[in-house]
C-alpha cells in the first residue's frame, strides 16, 4: 500500500472550516484514499473514501488532486467533539478490511 | 443501528494466564477484523474473518487465535499473557471485505 504523509497536529476555531491535508504520492490506480478518525479513549471512525472524485458525506468532504498524489479532508463547521487524530490511508481495493494506521494528525479545536 | 459491541472493555491480567476477549459485529456485517492498538507500535492486523473462516492473519504469533461463530459474532483468545501483550485490542466489522470497516471502541488489556 502507498505511504502516506500528514502533518502531526493543527489547530482550529470553532466553527470554522478544517482542512486536513495529505499527501501520497506513490498511489496507485487500483487504492483509494480512506480517512478515519480516533478520539481519546474511543476506536477508530470510519470518515469518507474515493478514489479519484470529490466525495462527500454527512461528516466531511474529500477533495482529491486530479494526479491524485495528494487529497484534503474538509469538516465544513469543526466543533470541540471533533478534536482528534485523524489517519489518512491508502487501500488497495480487497483490503479494506486490513488496516494500517499511520501517525495521522492531532486535530484541537479550540473555541 | 446498533455498533459494533465489544466486552468486556477493561481487562486484568497476570503473565501466564489466558483470555477471551468477544466482539458483536453491527447487524449484517459479516466481515470482522481484529487489531491491536499500542502508543509504541500504533494500531496492527491481527487477523480477519468473513463467513466463519479466517481470511487474513497478520504476524503475530500462535498465542493469539480467533474464530467467527455463525451469527458473524466474534472471539479471539490470547494464550500463556506477557507484558507486551498490554494493549487495546480493536474489533471492526465491514458488510463485506470491500467495504469500510466500522470499529468498537476496543477492550483494553492490562497484563500484571
Known amino acids: 500500500d502507498a505511504k502516506t504523509t500528514q502533518p502531526p497536529s493543527m489547530d482550529c476555531a470553532e466553527g470554522r472550516a478544517a482542512n486536513l491535508p495529505c499527501n501520497h504520492s506513490?498511489?496507485?490506480?487500483?487504492?483509494?484514499v480512506y480517512w478515519y478518525r480516533q478520539i481519546h479513549s474511543q476506536g477508530p471512525q470510519y470518515i469518507i473514501h474515493g478514489l479519484k472524485n470529490n466525495e462527500t458525506n454527512e461528516m466531511a468532504s474529500l477533495i482529491i488532486t486530479e494526479d491524485r498524489k495528494s487529497s484534503t479532508l474538509i469538516l465544513p463547521h469543526a466543533t470541540l467533539r471533533d478534536t482528534a487524530v485523524y489517519y489518512c490511508i491508502v487501500i488497495v481495493t480487497g483490503t479494506a478490511s486490513k488496516l494500517t494506521f499511520g501517525t495521522g494528525t492531532r486535530l484541537q479545536v479550540t473555541l | 443501528k446498533a455498533g459494533v459491541t465489544q466486552t468486556p472493555r477493561y481487562l486484568i491480567k497476570t503473565r501466564g494466564q489466558q483470555v477471551t476477549l468477544s466482539c458483536s459485529p453491527i447487524s449484517g456485517h459479516r466481515s470482522v477484523s481484529w487489531y491491536q492498538q499500542t502508543p509504541g507500535q500504533g494500531l496492527q492486523f491481527l487477523f480477519e474473518y468473513f463467513s466463519e473462516t479466517q481470511r487474513n492473519k497478520g504476524n503475530f504469533p500462535g498465542r493469539f487465535s480467533g474464530r467467527q461463530f455463525s451469527n458473524s459474532r466474534s472471539e479471539m483468545n490470547v494464550s500463556t499473557l506477557e507484558l507486551g501483550d498490554s494493549a487495546l485490542y480493536l474489533c471492526?466489522?465491514?458488510?463485506?471485505?470491500?467495504?469500510?470497516?466500522?470499529f468498537g471502541d476496543g477492550t483494553r488489556l492490562s497484563i500484571l
Open positions: 506513490t498511489i496507485s490506480g487500483n487504492e483509494y
Open positions: 471492526a466489522s465491514s458488510l463485506s471485505v470491500n467495504q469500510p470497516q466500522h
